[in-house]
């Protein structure tokens, strides 16, 4: 299945492509780029998150709600990374220990289908 991606990665530009090979218990998948159509190996050590989102281009403009209850997403959660950016969404399960976690937008027009969290860029995860 193909996925729309963003992929942060700490004090570099963004990447946004089309991924085929993600897997949460991967350590590692492809991207094309979108305006190249090169292809990467991406590595999960090396990210903050991957963003898999309905449009590149989003609206910039648009302030995401967290006050949105969202039922079927799991419990609330707060993820604070190390680079000072917090994200608020629901989570099915969350286990410091394993490589990443996925996260569901509090906001149900957000851009972002869901995000997966890279667990060593996380400074503090709590559940609300």
């Given amino acids: 299945m193909q996925n729309k991606v963003v992929v942060h990665c700490p004090g570099e530009p963004l990447l946004k ?7 949460p218990n991967k350590d590692r998948f492809h991207l094309a780029e979108d305006n190249t159509g090169e292809v990467r190996e991406i590595s999960l050590a ?19 709600r ?19 950016e917090t994200l608020v969404g629901y ?6 220990n394993r490589e990443g976690f996925f996260v569901f937008p509090a906001d149900p027009q957000s851009n972002n289908d869901r995000i997966f969290v890279i ?9 609300l």
């Avoid at 989570?91 to 410091?96: N, Q, W």
């Avoid at 667990?119 to 559940?127: L, N």
């Fill in 46 to 64: 090396d990210l903050k998150a991957v963003f898999f989102v309905k449009d590149f281009d989003g609206d910039s403009s648009y302030h995401e």
């Fill in 66 to 84: 967290t006050d949105v209850e969202r039922t079927g997403f799991g419990k609330k959660i707060q993820v604070d990374f190390k680079d000072g």
């Fill in 91 to 96: 989570c099915h399960g969350f286990a410091r």
């Fill in 17 to 23: 492509g089309i991924t085929n090979d993600f897997f």
């Fill in 119 to 127: 667990t060593a860029a996380t400074e503090k995860v709590a559940f």
